[in-house]
């Protein structure tokens, strides 16, 4: 329960008016680099203005914001006691100076903020815009202030009957309101889809009444189907069954159509009823349509590199029109057109991991940044009256869904939405109707990614390597680097609650945290030949750079700061140089050096470049052709090398993903795909041929994709995923 002056402090600084002040504070330069600080100030606001203020103690912080488990011990762990203190002198240090019209404080001693009005600013305000000009006040002559006038009572019983009849039409007018404007119903969190296995995303039918989404119909992994189920019951229907993966299902605004992706072979259209199919393109990864129901919208690119963009397809001709491309990138993701046709709404990456949320006229135009997270983001649905953009954002410890208004002239981040107390992804939102509220509709995933060890040289069973967690937790591990003597690995993991960069031994042991960055798009490149620092990339603001950083967790350094996405560095064998890929040059990035005391960088390949290895002899550079082409793992590259003494490059391998393969004394180390099992192959120096190693136990995610090898050849570690659990959510009766 709220104290009567706490609620009094609500009632007077609407939740509306403090959220405003959040942002201010967040997209502020004092909190710009201080994420963690940052998510901790979000959490309690919103706690707060929920009304929740009583449960926010030191354990429940603990477990909300930073990840921890039930077990956590504050006295033996103080990071909330830590953080709340550093929050405190940064919200001293961001007032200094400011009027703000709210003030954002907490108290020594508690984690609950307050909130208070400033009236200095609030006297000081601007007056009204001449077009919202306030009724003048008239100022009455002092004596006839004291000198009441003499009333005219004739004219007095006139005006009491007059304001009696308007009183009256007035109170019949409210009655009338009251009786035929229905009451707004409470919004309620209810189960849309929980099957065995991985239901999702969902897409809402536009009066709410249905959902369809892929499935595989099944508790193990294989080929998915487009199923529509109604709302409310278990009616389900399968409406495709072919060997492919059909996904991305979108309903035609007139409710008559479903459009879908079918894996490797296009977009497809046919009767939510069921019928036949009708191909309206032969590629394309994402679908959405456009307002009128005659035209759908697809994610594709030309050729097989560069960044993907939106294209228009017009369903009579099959003509093909493209809306937006990314400079530089991944590219554009997810994509809704507002209700009402104008305006098209997509989120864009920079690299995985890297996303934000744009909009452009449909008609053309530059698109607008509109939110300023640099975060990783899934999915995004307008609200029916086309003023806002709900969206999601992997922000630790967990995605959540906010809202933003679609005209705001800066990027920002707008508010979280309450009422969900779970992850939340992918929001798909029906339009209301008379008798149908809008429903928004969302699918909550849990994942645990581990860290396994292998050892190489030991005895298969069954033609399978063995294999053992390394140094896990509940939450996520990957992007692993062995130390050039293989006593120790450094990895990331998001155990305290942000990407950052953590070192154990094999064993698990001498286990350290080496950062604190609170960044984004984080992962390890290498360590340097005598093992005394780090490489690795990571975003801050956006802008993905190499960073240098002690083994033992000093001396954090960056070293490039282009504009351009720097990363995946690697050290020469002598210690001289740093490898990295780069788009500074163009779309498409290539392998540059740079001393690691800094200055000026050199350019080593012109017809692209990422994930540069240098051989053991130090005479070649290693590298794929191209980076990721998605965030998922069925891009594949060519395995080049380039003779660093002068030399054109030729090709070593074919078909070799990006971050599953590592350089070793012997060979080059590599996961082969194949259809019932993933696996370790070899391509050995000595004879140039490739062996197989042996099976792997696990299949390695799509997402958090990582498998590294000891420079010696024996040790391997691969991520496994042990945990995915996907439902479908609803809220109803949403606003």
């Known amino acids: 329960m709220e104290t009567d002056t706490s609620a009094q402090d609500r009632r007077e600084l609407p939740d509306s008016v403090v959220r405003a002040e959040l942002e201010r504070i967040l997209a502020s330069e004092v909190f710009s680099r201080s994420q963690q600080l940052r998510r901790l100030l979000s959490f309690i606001v919103e706690q707060r203005l929920a009304g929740q203020g009583h449960s926010l103690k030191e354990s429940v912080l603990a477990h909300e914001v930073y990840g921890k488990g039930t077990d956590f011990d504050g006295g033996a762990d103080p990071v909330v006691r830590v953080d709340a203190r550093r929050l405190r002198d940064k919200l001293r240090e961001y007032y200094d100076g400011r ?51 003499v009333p005219n009572f004739r004219l007095t019983r006139i005006a009491v009957s007059a304001l009696a009849i308007v009183a009256a039409i ?137 960044p993907f963009g939106i294209y228009q397809v017009f369903l009579d001709t099959l003509e093909r029109h493209r809306l937006t491309q990314a400079p530089v990138g991944a590219g554009d993701w997810r994509f809704e057109v507002s209700p009402d046709g104008s305006t098209l709404a997509f989120i864009r990456y920079e690299k995985s991991g890297i996303a934000d949320l744009y909009v452009v006229p449909m008609r053309g135009g530059e698109p607008r940044r509109l939110s300023n997270w640099s975060a990783t983001m899934y ?49 798909s939102i029906s339009r209301p109707t ?100 780090i490489g690795f990339e990571a975003a801050n603001a ?94 594949t590259a060519r395995l080049m090398r380039l003779p660093l003494g002068g030399g054109h490059e030729e090709q070593v391998l074919e078909g070799v993903r990006p971050f599953l393969w590592s350089v070793t004394d012997t060979g080059i180390v590599f996961v082969t795909r194949e259809a019932e099992f993933d696996a370790i192959d070899v391509y050995r120096f000595s004879d140039q041929r490739v062996t197989r190693v042996g099976r792997l136990g696990f299949r390695i995610p799509g997402i958090y994709r990582h498998m590294t090898v000891s420079r010696d050849g024996r040790w391997a570690l691969a991520t496994k995923m042990v945990r995915f659990d996907s439902d479908l959510m609803r809220l109803d009766n949403f606003r």
Not at 118 to 136: D, E, F, I, R, V
Not at 238 to 260: I, M
Not at 610 to 615: H, I, K, L, Q
Request: overall charge negative; charged content about 20%; glycine content about 10%.
């Open 99 to 149: 009027s703000d019209p709210v003030v954002i404080t907490l108290p020594k001693g508690s984690y609950v903020p307050v909130f208070e009005g400033n009236t200095a600013s609030l006297a000081h305000t601007a007056p009204p815009s001449p077009t919202h000009t306030a009724p003048p006040v008239v100022q009455a002559e002092p004596e006839q202030q004291q000198t009441p006038p």
């Open 170 to 306: 007035v109170a019949a007018a409210l009655a009338w309101r009251a009786v035929t404007r229905p009451v707004s119903a409470p919004i309620q969190l209810l189960p849309l889809a929980s099957y065995q296995g991985v239901e999702g995303p969902p897409a809402l039918s536009p009066d709410g009444d249905l959902v369809a989404f892929a499935w595989s119909g099944q508790a193990e992994p294989g080929a998915t189907d487009i199923y529509v189920k109604a709302v409310g019951s278990e009616a389900l229907r399968r409406l495709t069954a072919t060997p492919n993966s059909e996904s991305s299902p979108a309903w035609s605004p007139d409710g008559h159509t479903l459009a879908f992706v079918r894996d490797a072979l296009g977009v497809f259209t046919m009767s939510q009823l069921g019928g036949a199919e009708r191909q309206v393109s032969a590629s394309g990864t994402q679908v959405a349509w456009a307002g009128d129901s005659k035209s759908v919208l697809i994610r594709d690119r030309e050729g097989s590199t560069g």
């Open 379 to 427: 999915g995004l649905s307008w609200t029916p009256d086309g003023q806002e953009i709900v969206y999601d954002v992997d922000e630790p410890p967990a995605s959540r869904l906010w809202r933003i208004h679609a005209n705001s002239a800066t990027p920002a981040r707008g508010s979280p939405i309450a009422d969900i107390p779970a992850a939340a992804l992918y929001p």
């Open 434 to 533: 008379a008798g149908h509220p809008a429903r928004l509709a969302f699918q909550t995933i849990a994942r645990d990614v581990d860290l396994h060890l292998m050892d190489l040289d030991a005895r298969l069973v069954n033609d399978t390597l063995e294999s053992r967690p390394f140094s896990n937790s509940t939450r996520i591990e990957g992007s692993a680097r062995f130390s050039p003597d293989g006593s120790r690995i450094a990895f990331v993991s998001l155990r305290s609650g942000a990407s950052e960069v953590w070192v154990a031994e094999p064993d698990g042991s001498g286990l350290r945290q080496v950062t604190t960055l609170g960044a984004a798009g984080v992962s390890i490149g290498g360590w340097s030949p005598d093992g005394t620092q």
């Open 542 to 635: 956006g802008n993905s750079d190499v960073y240098l950083v002690g083994a033992d967790g000093g001396h954090l350094r960056r070293l490039t700061a282009e504009p351009s996405i720097d990363g995946v560095p690697s050290w020469s064998g002598d210690g001289r140089w740093i490898h990295f890929a780069s788009t500074r040059a163009g779309v498409i990035a290539d392998i540059w050096r740079i001393s690691p005391t800094g200055g000026e960088a050199i350019r080593l390949t012109h017809n692209g470049g990422f994930e540069p290895r240098e051989s053991p002899d130090g005479r070649y550079l290693f590298y794929l052709d191209r980076p990721p082409a998605g965030l998922t793992i069925g891009g």
